[in-house]
């Protein structure tokens, strides 16, 4: 088969049709594992049963419940564990020993908890990613997060644990709801502020990709996620566990867990990446109009001045990357991949949220 597209952590990544890529390194490793076990989002698996069957064959697997329509961020609500007893459950049943491989077929949230419940299972089986989201392509299912949410914050619970590969297929695409193509594009917007001044400057001369990035074609959207996928593989390659460089892929993670945490205790969530391209409006020390005009097609479509802030406020305080109790928002310094540490404290956190509120119009 052909070399992966990119090596992230160790883990090698292929970009492209599941038959070119997933298939072949199945019948290269298939024999170096006891058997194989899947975890399926129940959405892929009605709009994509036959790939995954081509996949799986009779092996056996748990799919995540549907759940009827679709609902926006609906899967964050999967990260729990409920989710990870069900996961666990199922693979005691299965007989799954600690030579099995456990495929994941599922947008970021799946991946999250689904590595979680691999990278923690008999101590830890093989997993590998079948992104099937754009925000899982481009960035969830690379680098090894994995965890859940735990009373109400957002990745409380988790570990670095690397997949042994992942399998990137653009043509899952096809069937995302408009929320969740907004939902990656915030990580590709991420990535470009980042490391890649060309892709910024591509994706702000770009409404139409923006506001409907659907009507691109497959083969645009691949050379796009090779763009986006290459600052994460960078960023990552140089600092696999978050001691320093990393943290700059939390660019608009504060401000968006606290408000995404706010959301799902609400339990009307918004998708992770509409809540980080607000966090990235507000993170940003002086948003250009260049900068609105490319977040605000990615915004949640809720009227965000009746969110309470000191609750968004609170949730920030539980940040990951706080350090003795400060509230610290990582964004990208004068040049690509150079990382600034910001220090937010209440008055400053509230000033920056009644900015973007004001600049978005919904003061
Ligand atoms: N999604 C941020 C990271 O992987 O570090």
């Given amino acids: 088969m052909s070399a992966p597209d990119f090596v992230v952590a160790g883990s090698p990544v292929w970009l492209g049709p599941l038959a070119q890529t997933l298939l072949p390194w199945l019948q290269e490793h298939r024999a170096a594992y006891s058997g194989l076990f899947g975890m399926i989002d129940g959405n892929v698996y009605t709009h994509w049963g036959e790939a995954v069957e081509a996949t799986m064959g009779q092996a056996p697997r748990y799919v995540m419940p549907a759940g009827g329509s679709y609902v926006p961020g609906g899967m964050e609500a999967l990260k729990t564990l409920d989710t990870c007893q069900a996961l666990w459950g199922a693979m005691l049943e299965a007989q799954l020993d600690r030579r099995g491989l456990a495929l994941i077929f599922g947008g970021g949230a799946l991946g999250d908890v689904g590595g979680f419940c691999a990278a923690t299972y008999k101590r830890g089986i093989a997993f590998a990613h079948i992104p099937t989201t754009l925000l899982a392509m481009t960035d969830a299912a690379l680098g090894g997060k994995v ?4 009373r109400g914050i957002k990745n409380a619970v988790g ?21 969740e193509w907004h939902s990656g594009l915030a990580e590709v917007v991420k990535h470009a502020y ?14 139409n990709l923006m506001n409907t990035p659907q009507a691109i074609p497959p083969e645009e959207w691949q050379r796009l996620l090779r763009a986006s996928i290459a600052v994460k ?9 978050e001691r320093g460089l990393r943290a700059l892929l939390n660019f608009g ?5 606290g408000l995404e ?6 339990e009307q ?4 990446g509409e809540a980080i391209a607000v966090g990235m409006l507000c993170e940003l020390e002086d948003p250009s109009p260049a900068d609105l ?16 802030w000191p609750e968004v406020w609170a949730s920030m305080q539980q940040d990951k990357k706080n350090l003795n109790g400060q509230v610290i928002a990582t964004i990208p310094g004068q040049t690509p991949y150079s990382l600034r540490k910001t220090t937010l404290t209440a008055v400053e956190a509230e000033h920056r949220w009644r900015r973007s509120l004001e600049q978005i119009g919904q003061a």
């Fill in 147 to 150: 965890g859940l949410d735990f």
């Fill in 194 to 207: 980042i490391g890649a001044p060309k892709l910024l400057q591509y994706l702000q001369q770009q409404p």
């Fill in 253 to 257: 993670h504060t401000f968006g867990h």
């Fill in 261 to 266: 945490s706010y959301f799902l205790r609400l």
């Fill in 269 to 272: 969530p918004i998708t992770h």
């Fill in 293 to 308: 005009a490319l977040l605000r097609p990615l915004l949640p479509p809720v009227p965000l001045a009746q969110v309470p």
């Fill in 233 to 241: 593989a960078r960023i990552v390659n140089e600092d696999p566990l």
């Fill in 159 to 179: 570990a670095f644990c690397q997949p042994v590969a992942v399998f990137a297929d653009p043509t899952f695409l096809q069937t995302l709801p408009p929320r």
